[in-house]
């Protein structure tokens, strides 16, 4: 297929580097090491630039002052954001919206879309389940009391920015036909608790408890497969946030061998050092090719041998074993500073733990490939 990227999503590629160009990623210690050093809320500055540049409403429709792209554009600029590790909800809410435009009612999207292009209505998700293990949409579950009221209960963990943004998108299944559905909650509602949280980079998170929240049925989407079409935007996203965090690393690694001499000769001309760059650089070409193919995939519709998932199967197992390594051999090639808190290395080695994770072992998406293969043998 032609990687090729369009005039437009260009034009994104570019506006995003403009605006994350300001932002300073060893200006912020990491906060588990520092309390108190980083605020609890996200970079508003950075958030009201984000809407001015038209980076809110990327996925949106024109109706709603949006550039109507595709998630190629979104992953064009979460790469860049993740280079400067920008403290911004721009995944969620970016995925939260596209799924309420697909199909959310037209009252819904509204109310919500404008606003939220514009940067004034702030969406996370919820997509890590009770345990972080286990499906996302089996730790709530919805009962429909009425026509128009739905009642949740259940825990989601691990929720981002669940402090700040004003809602929460929140999978569930329902207890007749097992149908997953997502609900938007508001953060400040009767029956939403937050418990706070902590991430493996130190942000911020919180776990959502749910009793007997009654949620008007205009805030919930029952339609089928608006939760895989969420869970695949928020997946694919994360593994643009990995390239761009990875790229960023190799980058400084590369400065650092460049500069720092032993026996009289930069460190960057000893075989050992190029060798172990090389795969690294390898390995997030691998990593940019299989996240362009699931991206390609999952907003153009494209028919296939095998369902879209088995594309983003491949670009997770690319980037959660990548990025891993990608930052072990920084820390390794960087010596001594590698474990300075005071170095930026530090936070980003945190910060790719934390994408890691989030993505799971590569291990279970082989396995997942696995399934998807047998299900729709090639031959």
Not at 165 to 171: M, N
Request: hydrophobic share 45%; with cysteine; glycine share 8%.
């Amino acid at each position: 297929m032609d990687f090729t990227f369009s005039e437009e999503q260009q034009a994104a590629l570019e506006a995003a580097k403009a605006v994350f160009a300001a932002v300073a990623p060893d200006a912020v210690p990491t906060p588990a090491l520092s309390p108190g050093a980083v605020a609890d809320d996200f970079d508003r500055a950075l958030w009201a630039r984000l809407a001015t540049a038209d980076l809110l409403s990327l996925l949106l429709d024109e109706q709603y002052g949006g550039a109507g792209l595709d998630p190629i554009a979104l992953c064009l600029v979460l790469r860049e954001s993740a280079k400067v590790l920008a403290r911004v909800p721009l995944l969620e809410n970016t995925a939260a919206n596209t799924v309420i435009q697909a199909h959310g009612s037209p009252e819904l999207k509204e109310e919500l879309l404008a606003r939220a292009g514009r940067g004034e209505q702030v969406l996370t998700v919820a997509a890590h389940g009770r345990t972080g293990h286990d499906p996302a949409e089996l730790s709530v579950i919805a009962r429909r009391d009425t026509d128009d009221t739905w009642t949740l209960d259940g825990v989601q963990t691990a929720v981002p920015w669940a402090y700040n943004a004003d809602s929460i998108l929140v999978p569930a299944h329902t207890d007749d036909s097992g149908l997953a559905v997502l609900a938007l909650v508001p953060r400040v509602h009767e029956g939403v608790i937050l418990a706070e949280q902590f991430s493996t980079s130190g942000e911020r998170l919180a776990e959502l408890r749910l009793e007997s929240a009654r949620i008007t049925g205009r805030y919930v989407l029952d339609a089928e497969g608006a939760w895989d079409q969420l869970r695949l935007l928020l997946t694919t996203g994360t593994c643009a946030l990995a390239l761009g965090l990875g790229e960023r690393v190799l980058e400084m690694t590369s400065e650092y061998t460049g500069k720092r001499e032993q026996f009289g000769h930069p460190i960057a001309t000893f075989q050992a050092v190029a060798v172990q760059a090389a795969d690294r650089y390898i390995d997030l070409r691998a990593m940019e090719a299989t996240l362009w193919q699931a991206a390609w995939r999952i907003g153009s519709g494209a028919a296939g041998a095998l369902p879209a998932a088995a594309d983003v199967a491949v670009a997770k197992i690319w980037a959660s074993e990548g990025v891993r390594r990608v930052v072990q051999t920084a820390q390794h090639l960087h010596g001594g500073f590698g474990a300075d808190v005071d170095y930026p290395l530090h936070r980003y080695h945190a910060w790719a733990k934390h994408l890691e994770l989030s993505l799971g072992p590569a291990a279970a998406h082989e396995e997942t490939l696995g399934d998807l293969l047998a299900a729709h043998p090639l031959g």
